[in-house]
Nanobody, 124 residues
Framework: QVHLVESGGGLVQAGGSLRLSCAAS????????VAWFRQAPGKEREFLTA????????YYADSAKGRFTISRDNAKNTVYLQMNSLKPEDTAVYYC?????????????????WGQGTQVTVSS
């Protein structure tokens, strides 16, 4: 079992960058696939990107390709989401999720563990 805590959100101007972190408790975090999702007000939760437990495999939604990069440091029990060229439509609560599988997994129902989310607001 893991406990996930996101951080790094905030207010940024359009065109700016943020790096989100997903810190996990648990000694076996390196054996968990991890993903980032987001949910904007009035919209369904959206998959962004996922990474396998060894970081050997990653997967990106079209909305994230070219601007977002997922990475992980298993020694620090942390997964990152680097977001560049941010747009106002990227405004949302960003969540990380994890599951005890190799991965990557792209559907939210496949993940058992979720963080509380971090707010990202992009101003125009």
């Amino acid at each position: 079992q893991v406990h996930l805590v996101e951080s790094g959100g905030g207010l940024v101007q359009a065109g700016g960058s943020l790096r989100l972190s997903c810190a996990a408790s648990g000694r076996t975090f390196s054996r968990y696939a991890v993903a980032w999702f987001r949910q904007a007000p009035g919209k369904e939760r959206e998959f962004l990107t996922a990474i396998s437990w060894s970081a050997g495999n990653t997967y990106y939604a079209d909305s994230a390709k070219g601007r977002f990069t997922i990475s992980r440091d298993n020694a620090k029990n942390t997964v990152y989401l680097q977001m560049n060229s941010l747009k106002p439509e990227d405004t949302a609560v960003y969540y990380c999720a994890a599951d005890y599988v190799y991965g990557p997994l792209i559907f939210d129902y496949e993940y058992d563990y979720w963080g509380q989310g971090t707010q990202v607001t992009v101003s125009s």
